[in-house]
């Protein structure tokens, strides 16, 4: 199974700055199932980033996803308000989903 | 655009059977090539997924849990179930069903329904 180790495990930032956050895998996965997800008290995870880099329908290009074999990373350009929230990736594999165990980027 | 629901009893006890349903409505289950999934997530805990049935009717579950799950689905009615049995308190958490794809990610989620484990 591919166990996927989110850092930091939260990130404290004030609204423009730059978040970075960081997704590696145990073993070398193909970018193509690589995915990020944003999480909000009380609702659902949202997709933000699949297969590594490209942004979900409707999510901002403040969004950015980048890497390849164990390290991936998802960048949000500028904080906005509404982004301090939860972050996983998620990987798939042989029938089978793991997620990290999440970063949570709140306001400093 | 393909929404997800679930429902089920919000309580189960001990060594007994968890039982959830997932409707989904604007697209037809048993059409393209998705994964239709249950993930949970404990209270103040990170995400797990559970398991799947494809389009097709197969299943594949997480290795973890792999003996206690069931998942079936009634493509007539665009239903899925998972029925997850000899629940303990760590089983409480909350359940989500969920649209994966052939890429891999889950592009449609319910909004997840609490279910606690309690006598």
């Known amino acids: 199974e591919v166990v996927l180790t989110q850092s930091p495990g939260t990130l404290s930032l004030s609204p423009g700055e730059r978040a970075t956050l960081s997704c590696r895998a145990s073993q070398s996965l193909s970018s193509r199932f690589l995915a990020w997800y944003q999480q909000k008290p009380g609702q659902a995870p949202r997709l933000l980033i699949y297969?590594?880099?490209n942004r979900a329908t409707g999510i901002p290009d403040r969004f950015s996803g980048s890497g390849s074999g164990t390290d991936f990373t998802l960048a949000i350009s500028r904080l906005e308000p509404e982004d301090f929230a939860v972050y996983y990736c998620q990987q798939y594999e042989t029938s089978t989903w793991t997620f990290g165990q999440g970063t949570k980027v709140e306001i400093k | 655009q393909v929404q997800l629901q679930e429902s089920g009893p919000g309580l189960a006890k001990p060594s007994q059977t968890l039982s959830l349903t997932c409707t989904v409505s604007?697209?037809?289950?048993?059409?393209?090539?998705?994964?239709w999934s249950w993930i949970r997530q404990p209270p103040g805990k990170g995400l797990e997924w559970i398991g799947y049935i494809s389009y097709s009717g197969s299943t594949y579950f997480n290795p973890s849990l792999k003996s206690r799950v069931i998942i079936s689905a009634d493509m007539s009615k665009n239903q899925f179930s998972l029925k997850l049995s000899s629940v303990t308190a760590a089983d409480t958490a909350v359940y989500y069903c969920?649209?994966?794809?052939?890429?891999?990610?889950?592009?449609?989620w319910g909004q997840g329904t609490l279910v606690t484990v309690s006598s």
């Open positions: 297969g590594a880099s």
């Open positions: 969920a649209r994966g794809g052939g890429a891999g990610h889950f592009d449609q």
């Open positions: 604007g697209g037809s289950m048993s059409r393209g090539d998705y994964y």
